[in-house]
């Protein structure tokens, strides 16, 4: 079974909209992390977020926001006034407790988001 | 500045070649790990290493060999028992012990097929 889920595969917007990218995980442990990550054209893959499973509480940074609802297992990530430079694939990422998978990563699909001029 | 270094960029491998991709971290980090993408696709594990001569097989490590006999260095090696090697592979490191941590990645390696 998937862990992450990213539904959207492909996104295009128009330069200064906004867009959201859905992440949905399973997990049936208590404490876990969660990540986004940023894979431009170049390739390296760069480390946007963290969110533990304790913290609920929405972050914003510049542009960028993400949601976290517990609730509904989800971590979405909102980019306002999307820019051309955003132009990626972006990764959730699903980390749980280190005794039980040893530290392991589990990675969605991503979803690959082209910002039009 | 610290970081993961893999070489070569790129890589072209014959029909029944080993090849061996490079990947080595000054970040001090005890966890390494080695992913794979295809196009259009998600990272896939291949193997990791929580300690220097102790590695573990991912998901998809059919193919595969590492060794871990630096904490610094983690080659992957694809041997030619890996019938479909063309693909983009990603080295990633974060601290042992704190599942918390983000991993921290290198600029990949594209493999191809000559």
């Known amino acids: 079974a998937q862990k992450v889920t990213q539904a959207q595969t492909e996104i295009s917007v128009v330069e200064k909209e906004d867009v959201t990218l859905d992440c949905v995980y399973e997990?049936?442990?208590?404490?876990?992390?969660l990540f986004w990550y940023k894979q431009p054209p170049s390739g390296e893959l760069v480390f946007l977020i963290r969110?533990?499973?304790?913290?609920?509480q929405n972050e914003i940074s510049g542009r960028y926001s993400w949601n976290f609802q517990k609730s509904t297992s989800s971590f979405n990530f909102t980019i306002t006034a999307s820019q051309v430079v955003d132009s990626a694939v972006y990764f959730c990422?699903?980390?749980?407790?280190?005794?039980?998978?040893?530290?392991?990563?589990?990675f969605g699909t991503g979803t690959s988001l082209t910002v039009i001029p | 500045d610290g970081g993961i270094t893999q070489s070569p960029k790129y890589l072209f491998r014959k029909e029944g070649q080993n090849v061996t991709l490079s990947c080595e971290q000054n970040?001090?980090?005890?966890?390494m790990y080695w992913y794979r993408q295809d196009p259009g696709q998600g990272l896939r594990l291949i193997y990791y290493?929580?300690?220097?001569?102790?590695?573990q097989k991912g998901d998809i490590a059919e193919g595969y060999s590492v060794s871990r006999e630096k904490k610094e260095s983690f080659p992957l090696t694809v041997t030619s028992a890996q019938k479909n090697p063309t693909a983009f592979y990603l080295c990633?490191?974060?601290?042992?012990?704190?599942?918390?941590?983000?991993?921290?990645f290198g600029d990949g390696t594209r493999l191809s097929i000559l």
């Open positions: 997990t049936r442990d208590t404490t876990y992390y």
């Open positions: 970040l001090n980090h005890d966890a």
């Open positions: 969110r533990n499973s304790f913290d609920e």
């Open positions: 990633a490191s974060n601290g042992q012990l704190y599942s918390n941590q983000p991993q921290h």
């Open positions: 990422a699903l980390s749980e407790p280190l005794i039980r998978t040893g530290n392991q990563f589990y």
């Open positions: 290493s929580q300690i220097v001569n102790d590695f």
